[in-house]
């Protein structure tokens, strides 16, 4: 109950009420209810922000986890396609239209640095 309504004496405002009932406006008990609403609100985005730059920075770790792995990568690729362009034979031999493709590959890519 709010602004007097459970008042056993009789009173028509808190200065006259000798029974100790609840004058508080019903505004105030709802703008309570509104705050604490707000305040679990806001602690729950907190903790999504904390969620969302610990995420970030897990993001950029793989990040750069991946780009040097896929360096490694490629320098194994140019390893392997060298064997085959230079030999083209052995347990992974190439066709010959791969190791043609891949000589012109290498030799453009020579004159291109050059």
Known sequence: MADGDDCKCCACCIGYCSCGADWTSQEVYDLRSK?????????????????LAKMYDEQSTLTDKVEAERDAMQEIVKAVAMIGVNFGYGEYQLESKHIKAARALTVDKLHSSC
């Open 35 to 51: 705050v604490s609403q707000l305040q679990a609100e806001v602690a729950r985005l907190t903790d999504n922000n904390e969620q």
